[in-house]
């Protein structure tokens, strides 16, 4: 199946990966193809659209950096396979593989700020909280992790699997569980 991102409405451009290893530049208006890009292996969650770049995990553990314009800048390598989605403050880049290994890297030269181990394995990518990251575990196990250490700042256990991304809104964490529940999470 395809995944997608827009570049906006001004840029006219979407951004699409397919499973057979190609990311695809297309006008919005025409459906013409702007360039094409072979991603071996076959891209892992969709390309995330930020300024001047679009950021790709793939089937390898590895995090492409790529300019608007079709070109591979940088590749990162991620400390194991990675969930998707991914997320991007600024220049850092976040995520976290199957193992609950979460960590942080440099959109510039692709290196690893930090890492940090969750202690068991995650099913849903990273979320941005504040100037905290969000890491959930198979079992439940919240984690807040800081931004720029890696850091664990506190941990919450729902005590339900989750296997979906959790959002925010209106400054609270919303986290659906595999049993129907929805917990939100507020600051203090």
């Known amino acids: ?3 997608g991102q827009c570049l906006g409405p001004r840029d006219h451009r979407a951004l699409i990966a397919d499973q057979n290893g190609r990311l695809y530049c297309i006008d919005a208006d025409s459906g ?3 360039w094409e890009l072979e991603v071996p292996p076959s891209a892992s969650g969709p390309p995330v659209v930020i300024p001047d770049h679009v950021i790709l995990p793939v089937h390898s553990g590895r995090i492409l950096v ?3 314009d079709g070109k591979v800048r940088v590749e990162i390598d991620a400390p194991g396979e990675l969930i998707s989605p991914i997320a991007c403050i600024g220049p850092t880049i976040f995520g976290v593989t199957r193992r ?3 960590f942080a890297s440099d959109l510039g030269d692709g290196g690893i700020l930090w890492q940090t181990s969750i202690d068991e394995p995650s099913l849903v990518g990273p979320v941005i909280w504040g100037t905290e990251i969000v890491i959930i575990g198979v079992s439940g196990m919240t984690s807040l992790l800081h931004y720029g250490t ?3 700042m506190s941990q919450v256990n729902i005590s339900a699997p989750v296997s979906a ?3 925010i809104y209106d400054s609270k ?3 659906a569980t595999e049993e129907g529940e929805l917990i939100a999470i ?3």
């Open 150 to 152: 890696g850091e664990i």
């Open 66 to 68: 790529i300019t608007l």
């Open 186 to 188: 507020g600051r203090k």
């Open 1 to 3: 199946m395809p995944r």
């Open 32 to 34: 013409a193809i702007i």
């Open 165 to 167: 991304n959790p959002i």
């Open 173 to 175: 964490l919303f986290i």
């Open 100 to 102: 609950g290994i979460a």
